[in-house]
């Protein structure tokens, strides 16, 4: 059974920054690629950033140069390390990892950026 759990979200002024964790739990076997998504009110999930089991990352435009995601195998977590954070990136995060077409998400954390 796999399981991810995300963990890191909370209220941060423009400007800021947080660290979004993704402890996945159970048997993986490569290839796989584990991202962020993210769903602000109102608006579909979009694709934030993607990591490959071999280490090649993707960024979305809006958040390149800001965010960037990361993977402690040694742990079974990926990050995401989010700087200079906007109120546009207010959003429920969420974690997905595909494994070989079987797909799986998290619970989601909410991240708000407000003054």
């Known amino acids: 059974q796999v399981q991810l759990v995300e963990s890191g979200g909370g209220l941060v002024q423009p400007g800021g920054s947080l660290r979004l964790s993704c402890e996945v739990s159970?048997?993986?076997?490569?290839?796989?690629?584990t991202g962020w998504y993210r769903q602000a009110p109102g608006k579909e999930r979009e694709l934030v950033a993607v990591i490959t089991s071999g280490g090649s990352t993707n960024y979305a435009d809006s958040v390149k140069g800001r965010f960037t995601i990361s993977r402690d195998n040694a742990k079974n977590t990926v990050y995401l390390q989010m700087n200079s954070l906007k109120p546009e990136d207010t959003a429920v995060y969420y974690c997905?990892?595909?494994?070989?077409?079987?797909?799986?998400w998290g619970q989601g954390t909410q991240v708000t950026i407000s003054s």
């Open positions: 997905r990892l595909n494994v070989r077409g079987s797909v799986y």
């Open positions: 159970g048997r993986i076997f490569s290839p796989y690629v």
